[in-house]
Each structure stands twice: as structure tokens, then as C-alpha cells.
């Protein structure tokens, strides 16, 4: 504990000095640092005058130990009856306002403790009101099914501070917004209508308490008319009829208004319930611009309403609402919460320095902006509380006459010219940082003439009918942005085709506002979405079905390096712990495998990575998925049949997962193999047979993984390479697999398990099917692996023969080939590489094809690999250079680092008959040898 005196930094002068030395003398054992600033404080404030005549004796003791005064006066307020609590609340709002007033003015607390002061005064008496209120009317019966000890929580009422006050940033002289809400599900619904005439009661009891002017005093001027459709609804309202109203016509002023809400008395708990369930509401899962244009409008509408537009003059200017003041930084603030607070958690607190230095950490905003805000926050709202200590007056107005400024000079110990220019530099700094927030000043280019001519007009003449242009805001929005989008599309290498591509991105949006908005406020995404318009057709499709994954561009990350496979899982399983239910998982998951989907396709476009690192990028969005899957899908069948049998269950990546490289359009091989050894049956409440519990389990992974929800699907999946194929279990016993593949396996299976690679699961389990698959490649060479890959290229060859040059994947010497017969040299060597390159390298090294044979396969696979990464990138699955445009042939090109495409086409035909040719040596060799 530490007196007053012992902690002043700092001393207002007295502005009228007898005033002052009368209000010292209240003290007359104070040490001369606090007589001073009685003086200074009483000489400026008729109001403190006034408290510090009528307190002196709670004074002298309350200096020793402002925060235990501070608190004694709190929790004294709990005691008094319904009839002694008006007097008593009055008397805890003026000495808090004292030593709140003195502890400000000297320097001893920080605004944040100031505010917290005068904040949690106006919990407390909430509080005691809501407890005494209800308490008598439980008392006369009237609230049906209730006790005396359900007053304490409100019989189901519950007051939300909003505002400052759920903020814990009250001012000097504030009011207090509420909300006051009832949970219905505590009464009989028979009761509940006669419940909510009683609360109603209640609340308008307790806006009286707080608010009405007696000889003692006032507690807190109330406002209850931030509750949804204040004009016709009751002043308390259920929680129900309140979540419907925001769920159904909420607005983005409601939204921000929530961001600061607090439950401060009653049912705390069903008020934190109902914060929770408005959470969807308040927080949107996209990135949501438009909240920046909705935000200026508002800021345009209070100026114009109340005269605070034009040029900056000191007389008179509202440093609260004014050009400069202190909304500017809240709604700044609270607008980039808006903004981003949906994808990250971090950014939902509701005091403002706070936030502010939330979005610096997350960059979401310049730190050197957020710094320079905090500092002029802190100063305005220092300004703003003695401008209302001079007579406990509820204004935010800079004075308008020489002596108010002679005043407030004197409070802030300041010379006046200086304190004048300190408040004009202010003001103007934080005008110019959120002024180019919510209105930059970007002049919008001139109308750029449409690309190519009348096709061109053609074209634009149809963009009115799409869907993303269907509201008045979106075409405001997009009608700014349309002169820089035709003036870049006219500067493609073929303005025709980029054109054809964004008529085609916009015609397949299913709105506009907000990626509108969202192109609006980021410029670079413009560029970007050109960019793609002009190489990549198939990606521009990709972008129109999930336009959402724009958010992660400007997420932070988006250009970072490539994280850890750990920290994909990790923020992933982050992500669906925070999700809620299993629906909601399954969306969650869909969201970030394509805005992950969208970075490396983005990265691979722009030259960023090659297509060895995006293929195995690929991959592990893949791996990733799966694994934070596999459990979430195993709680959901838990839930219902207990949990998981035995050790569990793995699952099996087969193909191109399993070798660790996909491509844009790839779809996922599985096998799930569970070890439910010694356990017969689930132990749940509807207990299932090991082997139906993991079908159930097998199923519930692929249609997680395969349902087409609101956020789209993930993967097409093949289960078709487990033991039996289709013939088999979904799910397959470890012991059955070990046993299948040494016992019954075919050729082909085995070439297949040489690419099989662990994903999800039990470590030890994973450990055991590994352990399986390198026994079987060990003893792969006794195979008639030869004879069976002959006559597979056989039928390979027949059912899909080559469909083209550019056909990549089928025939002789191409991928599919080259990586069969991989498969066949690991399988001989027995070694358990995945890989093509790694499997044609382990053959080599055991002599099972000549050094010239594995550099023409090599090479095959390093030029073919990028140049269908780079199709299948910018033109789909079954693209070919002739069905694409300028841009993606660009795109193919540098790829594969060729010239042209007549180079490019017999680079790979040449490739193709060498790696063929190299195949069918080594296998003739091998037959001799044989």
C-alpha cells in the first residue's frame, strides 16, 4: 500500500486560487504535494470543490489507500436494503469520482485504471440494483418458480454493458449503454410472458435507480437504446427473440456495438451464453470489407448530423465525435476487428489499446500507425475527462471561450499556446491516419476503353445480369473498381482472353459485396486476380467457386515460407477444436485446405516454387487433412458406439500421396487398416463389433473427405487398392493385411504397396503397417514381377493408348510407365524409397538397369512432371497447350523451361521414346538374363 501523495507525477494549477486554498484547507494534516493538489483540483473544478467539502472526512483516510477505498466503497454496496440503496449508490459514485478525479489529475493512476475505477463502480451498482430489485419481486411472488436466492443472479435477468462501459473505458462523465435481456428457458413457457412484464418492471426500476437526480445525486445517466429495434421492443427482451433479431436483420453498427459487450449483472452465465451464440454474428469467418465502406458512411452520417464536417477550428470542436477525435481511433479499431477478428481469434478484446496493439502483433495494421493511435487515444481521453471534471458535465466540447481555455490549460498544467498547438497537431494526425483508412485518397482512373474492341463490349455489356451484380451496393462498389480491372486486362499479352477469363470469374461469383469490398481495400488482389485471369483459366474457375480464399492473401502468411508439416497440423487441429460440432469441423477443414490450395497454385503461377516443391505442398495439405480428420471423424462414431476398439485405426496413402506429390486435380488413394486384437465389441452406449465399428469409422473418413457441403468438398477418394479391392472390407484388420499381402497379393499390389506411406493414426500403429510393407518389398525379387509388368503395360496400353503429344500420363516413356516400372525396380531391389526418381535411382544402384537406361527415364520424369503441373494448374485435368491461352502457355513454357511449343512438343516426344525405349531395354535384358 502506497498514499496519494507518495505516487503524484504531476499537478494541475489552480485556476481560481481561493477557491483552491479553501478546498486544501478540508486536509490540513496533507503533505504540501497533495494541499497542492487539492488546490489545483478544487481551483479548477467547482464540481471536485464541491465532492471534497462534502467527503473531507472519507478523504483523509481514503489518500492513505486510494485502491482500498476504492474497493471497500465497492463492495459496500452489496449491504443496503431496496430502500437504503438509492442513497447509498449516490454516495459511492461521488467519493469513486474524488479519488478517481484526484488519482488522474496528479498522475497517480493510468487511464486505464481511471476508467477501470469508474467501470467497475458501475458493475457494482448494476449489480446490488438487479439483486435488491428482483429480490422484492420474488419476494411478493411475482416472478413464478423462483427463490430468494435466484435474486442474486437475476431470476434469469441479465444486464449488458456495451459501449465504454463493456469495455471497462467509462469516462468521467458517462453514461452507461444497456442491454437487458432475460433467459426464457429458466421459466415455464406457460410463465414466461408474465416473467418478461415483471423484468420489463425491473429494468425500468433500475434505469431509475441509476439515473434519477435526488439531493444526493445521480449514480449514472442509463440508455437502453442500443437493444435491437429499440423504437417498438420492450426495454428487456428474451434472449431467443433477441439472438433471432441479429441473426435475421442485425447491421454492421450492431455488430461493432457487440465487439465491446459485457454481462455486468445478474446471469453472468447466460449472459456469456448469449455473447457465445451471437458469436457467428459479430465475427464472420471471411475477411469482411465492406465493413470499412458501411463504417465511412456511419462516419459521414454523424458528421453531417451533427455539424462536425469542414476544416478543423479549436473553439468548440468535439474531441469525442469531431474531425480527429477519439470515434475516428475506436472506429478504426474496432472496424479492422470487424475486418479480420472471424479467421483470427486473437483479435475479439474489447478495449481499444488493446486492440490496436492486437492488429499490430497480427499485422493486420502498421504497428507505427497502431503505436501513434494508442498515444493520441490515451491523450484525447485525458483531455476529453477534464473538460466533463470541471462540473460533472457530459461534454466532449473543447471550450469556446478564453476562459474555458485558460481553464483547461491550468488542468493540464500546460502554457496555453502550447496545449492549443499540442490538441490542432493531435487531432490532425489521427485525421490523416483514419481518414486514409475509410476513404483513401485514391483517385479512381478514368473509364478505360473495353478490351478488344466489340467483343470486348459484348462482353461488359452482360456483366449488370450476373448474380454478384444483382444489389445496388455491389454495383456502386464494382463500378469504382471497374476502370482499373479493364485498364490491367487490357494490358495482358491477349486483353481478349484475360477478358474472357474475369467474364468468366465473375459470371460464376454468387455475390459481390464483399469480395468486391475486399478488392477495394487491397489493390494488390486486383493485380492478382488479372494475373490469373490471363495464365491460369482453370484457376480462375477455382477462384469464382471459392472466392474466400482471397482472405488468405492478405492474411499475414500468405507469402511466407512454406510452414513445417508440425505447424500445418497443428494450426489445422486449432482450427477444428474451435469449430464446434462435426458439420462445422468438416466446413472448417474445406476452408483451409483451399485457401492452402489457392497459396501454392498462387506461388507456382507467379515462379515463386517449382513444381517438385508444389507437388509435395500438395501432398501435405493432403496428409494434413486426413490426419486431423481420421480423429474428429473417430469422436463423432465414439459418441454413438463408445470409443475405438483396440489400438485403433491408420490410414494407408497409396499412389501419389503415398509417394508424396499431387497435383492440383488429384484425387487420394486410401487404404484405413485398424488393430482391434483381444476386442470383440465397442464399450458405448450402442456397442458395435470391432470390424462394423470401423467400417462405420471407414465410411464416416470418406464422406468426410467427399461430401459436398456448404464450403464445397475435398478430395474424390479411391479405396479401390485394399486387400480385395472392391470385394473387401472398407476397413481391414492389421492381421488380415499382413497376411493378404504375404499370402494373396497380386503383383500389382505389391508394385502398389512400393508408393504406400503411413498418414494418420496411432504412431505405433503406423510403425506396424510400415513394418508389414518393408517385409513384403524384402522379399519382392521372388516375384514374377517382370512377366506381370509386361503384360500390365500390355493392358494399359490397350484400354487407354496415347491421346496425343501432349497427352503426359498415358502411353510408352511417359509418367504412367515410367512410374509402374519404378515401382517394379524397388520391388526387385527390395527397397522401400516412394518416390519415381528415388525408385529409379535404387534400381540403378542395384544393377537392375544401366546408368544410361536411368538418366533417360530421369530425364523424362524432370521434364514431363513440371510441364503437367503446369496444365493441370492453369487449364485442369485434361488441358492440352492448344486448348489454353497465351498466359497459361507462358506459364507452361517457363515450367519446363523451354522456348516455344514446337520446342517443348519434341522435347517430350523425343523424352517419351528414349524412357520408353530404355524400359523395354531393361526388361529384355532382364528376360535374357532370366
Known amino acids: 500500500m502506497s498514499t496519494l501523495a507518495s505516487r503524484l507525477t504531476r499537478c494541475p494549477r489552480p485556476f481560481a486560487p481561493e477557491r483552491g486554498a479553501e478546498a486544501a484547507d478540508a486536509l490540513p494534516a496533507a503533505p504540501p504535494e497533495l494541499r497542492a493538489l487539492l ?44 430502500a437504503e440503496l438509492p442513497g447509498a449508490l449516490r454516495q459511492a459514485k461521488r467519493r469513486v469520482a474524488l479519488i478517481a478525479a484526484l488519482a488522474d489529475l496528479g498522475g497517480a493512476w493510468s487511464l486505464e485504471q481511471v476508467t477501470g475505477a469508474l467501470s467497475d463502480l458501475a458493475d457494482a451498482a448494476l449489480q446490488a440494483g438487479v439483486a435488491a430489485l428482483v429480490g422484492a419481486e420474488i419476494a411478493r411472488g411475482k416472478l413464478p418458480g423462483m427463490d430468494p436466492e435466484d435474486a442474486a443472479t437475476g431470476a434469469g435477468l441479465v444486464v449488458m454493458a456495451m ?63 442500443l437493444r435491437p429495434d429499440a423504437s417498438v421492443t420492450p426495454v428487456c427482451l428474451s434472449m431467443a427473440a433477441a439472438e433471432q433479431y441479429y441473426e435475421s436483420v442485425g447491421r454492421s453498427w450492431e455488430r461493432a456495438a457487440w465487439i465491446k459487450a459485457r454481462p455486468v449483472a445478474g446471469d453472468l452465465a447466460a449472459g456469456a451464453r448469449f455473447v457465445e451464440a451471437l458469436r457467428p454474428f459479430v465475427w464472420r469467418r471471411h475477411l469482411d470489407f465492406a465493413a470499412i465502406r458501411e463504417t465511412h458512411d456511419m462516419r459521414l452520417k454523424i458528421r453531417d448530423h451533427k455539424g462536425f464536417g469542414g476544416p478543423l477550428t479549436l473553439e468548440g470542436h468535439n474531441v469525442k465525435l469531431g474531425r480527429g477525435g477519439i470515434r475516428e481511433i475506436e472506429f478504426y479499431a474496432q472496424t479492422r476487428q470487424l475486418i479480420s477478428g472471424g479467421r483470427d481469434a486473437s483479435l475479439r478484446v474489447r478495449a481499444t489499446v488493446p486492440a ?20 493520441h487515444y490515451r491523450a484525447l481521453r485525458e483531455i476529453e475527462h ?79 445480369s450476373y448474380p454478384a451484380l444483382r444489389s445496388a451496393r455491389a454495383t456502386e462498389i464494382f463500378h469504382r473498381l471497374r476502370p482499373e480491372i479493364l485498364s490491367r486486362l487490357g494490358s495482358a499479352a491477349r486483353p481478349e482472353e484475360a477478358l474472357a477469363q474475369f467474364d468468366a470469374f465473375l459470371s460464376g461469383l454468387p455475390a459481390g459485396v464483399q469480395l468486391f469490398s475486399l478488392f477495394e481495400a487491397n489493390p494488390q488482389l486486383t493485380r492478382l486476380l488479372v494475373d490469373i485471369c490471363a495464365s491460369a483459366p482453370a484457376l480462375a474457375v477455382y477462384l469464382s467457386q471459392n472466392p474466400r480464399v482471397l482472405d488468405a492473401v492478405i492474411g499475414g502468411s500468405f507469402f511466407a515460407p512454406w510452414p513445417e508439416a508440425g505447424a500445418l497440423k497443428a494450426d489445422l487441429k486449432d482450427r477444428l477444436d474451435r469449430a464446434g460440432d462435426h458439420e462445422a469441423r468438416l466446413d472448417v477443414a474445406r476452408i483451409w485446405m483451399k485457401e492452402l490450395h489457392f497459396r501454392v497454385g498462387v506461388h507456382l503461377l507467379q515462379g515463386l516454387i517449382d513444381d517438385d516443391a508444389a507437388g509435395r505442398q500438395y501432398a501435405d495439405i493432403a496428409e494434413t487433412v486426413v490426419a486431423a ?52 465389441t465397442s464399450d ?48 481391414t484388420s492389421l492381421g488380415a493385411f499382413r497376411a493378404y499381402q504375404q499370402q494373396e497379393a497380386w503383383v500389382w499390389e505389391h508394385l502398389a ?51 496425343g503429344p501432349w497427352d503426359l500420363r498415358a502411353g510408352p516413356g511417359r509418367l504412367q510407365d515410367i512410374e509402374l516400372f519404378g515401382q517394379s525396380l524397388a520391388l526387385r531391389a527390395g527397397d522401400p524409397s516412394r518416390g519415381t526418381r528415388a525408385q529409379i535411382a535404387a534400381g540403378a544402384a542395384a544393377g537392375l538397369l544401366e546408368p544410361a537406361q536411368a538418366e533417360a527415364l530421369d530425364r ?24 489454353l491461352g497465351e498466359g497459361a502457355r507462358c506459364v507452361l513454357l517457363q515450367q519446363a523451361g523451354m522456348a516455344d511449343l514446337a520446342a517443348l512438343e519434341a522435347a517430350i516426344a523425343e523424352a517419351a521414346a528414349a524412357a520408353g525405349a530404355a524400359i523395354e531395354a531393361a526388361l529384355e535384358e532382364e528376360g535374357a538374363g532370366a
Open 39 to 82: 488546490e489545483g483540483a478544487a481551483g479548477c473544478s467547482p464540481y471536485l470543490a464541491g465532492l471534497i467539502a462534502r467527503e473531507r472526512a472519507w478523504l483523509a483516510a481514503a489518500v492513505d489507500d486510494p485502491e482500498g477505498a476504492l474497493a471497500q466503497e465497492l463492495s459496500g454496496l452489496a449491504a443496503p436494503s431496496l
Open 163 to 225: 459501449g465504454k462501459h463493456g469495455a471497462r473505458e467509462l469516462n468521467y462523465s458517462s453514461d452507461i449503454d444497456l442491454i437487458c435481456l432475460f433467459d426464457e428457458t429458466r421459466y415455464d413457457p406457460r410463465e414466461a410472458q408474465e416473467a418478461r412484464s415483471v423484468l420489463v418492471r425491473v429494468t425500468r426500476r433500475l434505469c431509475g435507480l441509476m439515473s434519477d437526480m435526488t439531493a444526493e445525486g445521480y449514480v449514472f445517466r442509463t440508455d437502453l437504446r
Open 356 to 375: 490496436l496493439d492486437r492488429l499490430a502483433h497480427a499485422g493486420w495494421a502498421p504497428p507505427e500507425t497502431a503505436q501513434a493511435l494508442g498515444g
Open 386 to 464: 477534464r473538460l466533463q471534471m470541471a462540473a460533472d458535465a457530459q461534454t466532449h466540447d473543447l471550450p469556446a471561450t478564453p476562459e474555458g481555455w485558460e481553464r483547461l490549460a491550468a488542468m493540464v498544467d500546460q502554457p496555453l499556446p502550447a496545449l492549443r498547438e499540442a490538441l490542432t497537431a493531435r487531432l490532425e494526425a489521427v485525421h490523416g491516419l483514419t481518414e486514409s483508412f475509410f476513404a483513401p485518397d485514391r483517385a479512381a482512373p478514368a473509364e478505360a476503353p473495353d478490351p478488344a474492341g466489340d467483343f470486348g463490349r459484348e462482353i461488359t455489356a452482360r456483366w449488370p
Open 629 to 680: 480428420l481420421l480423429p474428429a471423424v473417430a469422436q463423432d462414431v465414439a459418441r454413438r458406439h463408445g470409443p475405438a476398439p483396440g489400438r485403433g485405426a491408420m490410414v494407408l496413402a497409396m499412389g501419389s500421396l503415398g509417394a508424396g506429390r499431387l497435383t492440383p486435380t488429384s484425387d487420394l488413394d486410401l487404404i484405413v487398416i485398424y488393430d482391434a486384437a483381444g476386442v470383440e
Open 684 to 731: 458405448g452406449p450402442r456397442p458395435l463389433p470391432a470390424a462394423r465399428w470401423y467400417a462405420r469409422l471407414t465410411q464416416g473418413l470418406i464422406t468426410a473427405l467427399t461430401a459436398l457441403t456448404a464450403e464445397g468438398r475435398l478430395y474424390e477418394v479411391d479405396m479401390r487398392l485394399r486387400p480385395s479391392g472392391k470385394q473387401g472390407p472398407v476397413a
Open 753 to 803: 504397396l512400393t508408393r504406400a506411406r503411413p498418414v494418420a493414426g496411432p504412431r505405433a500403429l503406423r510403425a506396424a503397417v510400415e513394418h508389414v510393407r518393408r517385409e513384403v518389398l524384402a522379399n519382392g525379387a521372388a516375384r514374377e514381377v517382370l512377366a506381370e509388368l509386361s503384360s500390365m503395360r500390355r493392358r494399359l496400353s490397350e484400354a487407354r493408348p496415347t491421346q
Open 860 to 883: 523424362a520424369v524432370r521434364l514431363m512432371r513440371p510441364a503437367q503441373m503446369a496444365l493441370r494448374l492453369t487449364g485442369g485435368p485434361e488441358a492440352a497447350p492448344e486448348d
